[in-house]
């Protein structure tokens, strides 16, 4: 006879107003995948008066946004940690334990309710709720944590497998990524979970084999930059005059303007690789080029005033390259960039 499932009983412990539990405090076993460390990190570059443009932040606070932006110094960051559970269910989207769960994805199903599953796993999850909404997550995150869930043995994910023409399809096969692919509801007898979200020091050093395993047997040109379009993809988050600042940097400045969605990952990874600057509208589509750009590069996201990030200078910190602060003016979704302050911001690096 099958068990009525846990989403019945986390429902029913929203619905009672019972605090939900931390689902890592039910770990059998918790280690440190690496230590923590204290890093030198570099401040971003920008024009006076940018930073007071920004009015709202994604992903942090704005105080932990801006503070992330602006650091200079030695900085201490936690370590990555590593979890081992047992008897837990995975349905929907959403990991199971005692008066705990843990989102992977948005749920299918309205309701969220089940049975118990009768296919039993023991697995490596190397992926997090933001690393399957954003590609730009993925790419910068899943693809580094994966040599953890590796050295398991086990490695597994929730995500299908990606369309053979795809980016992500071309990334995996560059990388040698083969993960055993998690179809429906299981039931894992045993769990392994990764905290990576630390920018310590052995995040930094997998992020650059990641980067040097893309460019083997690669001869990339040096080029002044690249700016990479965004368009009206993926979120929306349109700059009005993209096209006009785009065709001023190729004019002007000498860079290659280069549309990702009808480019192959090879080919932008043949452009970037040499780049000395990395410039376009925040978003996914910049990963392309940020993970294989050189040290001390310069990575100039054009930012919207509602919508400030700090992760792309995560990033940026840790290939050792330089970040601009650039903030366009108008809200999350329209937004305009002067090329005064683009051409300005620019000049900055050298």
Not at 74 to 83: A, F, H, K, N, R
Request: include cysteine.
């Amino acid at each position: 006879m099958l068990n009525p499932l846990r989403p019945y009983s986390a429902r029913m412990r929203r619905m009672a107003g019972r605090p939900s539990a931390a689902f890592t405090d039910g770990a059998i076993e918790t280690w440190q995948e690496a230590p923590g460390s204290v890093l030198q990190f570099r401040p971003a570059l920008a024009l006076p008066g940018q930073a007071d443009r920004i009015r709202a932040s994604v992903f942090a606070t704005l105080p932990e946004t801006v503070e992330a932006l602006t650091r200079d110094g030695e900085v201490s960051e936690g370590p990555t940690i590593g979890w081992r559970f047992r008897d837990i269910d995975l349905v929907d989207g959403v990991l199971y334990r005692n008066g705990a769960e843990l989102h992977l994805r948005n749920r299918r199903r309205r309701f969220g309710l089940a049975f118990r599953p009768r296919h039993a796993v023991s697995g490596a999850l190397y992926e997090t709720w933001t690393t399957n909404r954003w590609f730009g997550s993925w790419l910068m995150d899943a693809l580094v944590a994966y040599p953890l869930a590796a050295r398991t043995g086990m490695a597994m994910t929730t995500a299908p497998a990606p369309k053979p023409s795809s980016h992500a399809a071309q990334y995996e096969s560059m990388l040698e990524i083969s993960p055993t692919r998690i179809s429906g509801d299981v039931h894992f007898d045993e769990l392994i979970l990764f905290g990576d979200l630390a920018n310590n020091a052995d995040k930094w050093r997998r992020q650059r084999e990641l980067r040097d395993v893309l460019l083997t047997g690669r001869d990339p040109k040096p080029v002044p930059g690249v700016f990479l379009l965004r368009g009206l993809g993926g979120d929306m988050r349109y700059l009005k005059n993209e096209a006009e600042l785009a065709e001023r940097l190729a004019k002007e400045r000498g860079f290659l303007v280069i549309d990702p969605l009808n480019a192959s990952a090879n080919e932008l990874i043949e452009a970037c690789g040499a780049a000395r600057a990395i410039v376009g509208v925040e978003g996914s589509h910049l990963v392309h080029g940020i993970n294989v750009a050189p040290p001390d590069a310069a990575i100039v996201p054009i930012q919207p005033p509602d919508r400030v990030a700090a992760t792309l200078k995560q990033l940026s910190d840790r290939l050792g390259q330089r970040f601009g602060l650039l903030v366009a003016e108008g809200n999350d979704t329209v937004f305009t960039l002067d090329w005064d302050d683009l051409a300005r911001t620019l000049d900055l690096f050298d």
